[in-house]
Structure formats: C-alpha cells, structure tokens
C-alpha cells in the first residue's frame, strides 16, 4: 500500500489578539487559510483548560473551547479538509454520547471526521470542572470499551453492550456517518505496551506526540511487532505524529520547519500534524502552503526527506 505524505495543523491556542469576540471570525479565517494554503488536515486539543503554564500555553486562565463545538464550527468555515480532535479525553463523555457526537461531525462535514481517542493526562481540568478522574488503569479500561462500543455502533449493531464500565441497552446509531466503514478512529499516545496494542487492535491511525529524534522510528517498529503478534496489515494503520511549527520572528525558518517534517516522514510518519502557535497570522499558513507542503507533494513515508528547493 502507498502511503502519500501529508501535513495537517493543529490549533494549540485560540489566545488571539481581539479577545473573545474574535475568536469566531478568526477562527473561521484560519480554517479558510489552511485549505487554501493545501493541509490536509485541521485538529484541535481536546482540553477544556489551556494546558499548564510549564508547557508554554499559559494555564487554565487562558481560552480554551469545547472541541467538538468548535470542530463543527470548522465544518461550516471549511469544504475539504479533514477535521479531528487530537485526541478526545476517553473520561469527558460517555462513550454513546462519544461516538453519537463524532457521527454528527462526520455527517455535517459531509464525511471528514477524525475520531480521535485517548485515556487522558490532564487531572486539573477534570477535578477542576467536576469531571470524574479514573485511576490511569480504569481509564485505559474505559477506552479499550470505548473502541469497542464505537465499533459496535458503526457496524449497524444495536445489540445490548455489557461491560465493566459501561452498559448501553439500545446503542442505536442513525443517521449512520458519511466515512466508510466509520471515521478513521485515531489512538494518541506512544505507550509501548497498552497504547500501541490498543492502535494495533482497534484503530486505523496512530498519533506520536512530540517525539524526540528517532522515537518515532522506535514506536512504530513496537507498533508493527503488535500487528504482527494480533495477525493484521501494518500498513493498513495510517501513522502520526505531532511536532512543533513556529514560523515567528526568531524561532525558526521555513527551511527548518521542512526538515522537522521531513525527518518524521524518514522514520516512517505519513501524516504530520504541526502545532503553529501563530497560526492566526495569515502569512504564516500562506508560508506554508507556498514554500513547505510542496516540497512533500508525491512523497511516502519512510523516504528520505528532499532537499530545500
């Protein structure tokens, strides 16, 4: 199978300059900018408090939106670009709820949705808006029956679902989504032994978060050894990762940012998704799409990365 490099943007921060009141138009621009400028993709983080001040992002006192709201916001603002959460906290909603959501996302962007999933890290945004916080043991419990509850209803299966953690009488599913069979389901994390077996498993792509040089060469051959042990196609599972794009003044070129990417696709990434903290500037995503997505235009994974034009 040939797997086509491609570049999707990931919104890390909707601090902007106007305050709240632009939020939506600048929104709504960034999302005609990225498709105009040729990514394939457009994410946000599933967080309901900005991430902590240690990360660089500010802390809870910083905006931050609900991502599906928000994704569904996008799907008006755009027409092609696939559209995902990076990734949903497998704790926030109930996984009917969950997939119900995801569906409606898929139907109303005419067949783009990501269903991103993960078991979560961010305790203060849970306790701090009354959200239960599952041990980290339960919440990988609640996520395996989550892959498995959504692969249930968008098989068409209404049957009872009994398990340890969740029981849905009826887990009737209608309109069914637009994407065949169902919404790529997206798996983010690099844990070797539970993560990456989950991915091998149940879902169609991985996602490597901010890998350091030669990590993700190093999950993906743990990845593919678990495909290996569980009998499926390495290459039916479309590979990720999230790296950092910071095109201000100072930080880095967009020579650098073509060779950050280009080093993911050599160790073996399809699809890299990039966190640009300046994103509301519109010459940045046009920078982009003039000087860095074309260089990768025809590219495959694992290919040594081209040359600056």
Request: proline share 8%; glycine share 12%; charged share 25%.
């Amino acid at each position: 199978m040939a797997h086509e490099v491609r570049i999707g943007l990931q919104l890390p921060s909707f601090t902007w300059p106007g305050g709240p009141e632009r939020i939506g138009p600048t929104l709504a621009e960034i999302g005609e900018a990225a498709e105009e400028a040729g990514f394939a993709s457009l994410w946000v983080m599933d967080h309901f408090f900005q991430l902590p001040a240690d990360t660089g992002w500010g802390g809870p006192e910083e905006p931050m939106l609900e991502a599906y709201t928000t994704l569904g916001f996008l799907a008006r603002a755009t027409q092609r670009i696939r559209l995902g959460a990076l990734v949903g906290g497998v704790h926030f909603r109930h996984p009917g709820l969950l997939v119900k959501t995801a569906t409606t996302l898929d139907v109303l962007s005419g067949g783009r949705a990501y269903f991103g999933i993960g078991a979560g890290w961010y305790e203060r945004e849970a306790v701090g808006l009354g959200v239960p916080w599952p041990a980290r043991r339960e919440r990988f419990e609640q996520l395996e029956e989550t892959l498995r509850i959504a692969r249930a209803m968008w098989s068409g299966d209404a049957d009872p679902i009994e398990g340890r953690h969740f029981r849905l009488a009826e887990p009737i599913g209608r309109p069914a989504p637009l994407s065949r069979p169902h919404p790529p389901i997206i798996i983010g994390g690099g844990g070797e032994r539970k993560t990456l077996r989950l991915v091998a498993q149940y879902a169609d792509a991985c996602n490597i978060l901010v890998p350091d040089r030669g990590e993700s060469r190093a999950k993906l051959a743990v990845l593919q050894r678990h495909c290996e042990e569980l009998g499926r196609p390495y290459d039916e599972i479309e590979t990720t990762s999230l790296i950092e794009v910071d095109l201000r003044s100072g930080r880095q070129s967009v020579t650098e940012a073509s060779e950050a990417i280009g080093a993911q696709v050599e160790e073996g990434i399809e699809h890299v998704i990039v966190n640009m903290p300046d994103a509301h500037v519109p010459e940045r995503l046009a920078a982009m799409g003039r000087e860095v997505i074309p260089r990768f235009a025809g590219a495959r994974r694992g290919e040594p990365a081209r040359a600056p034009a």
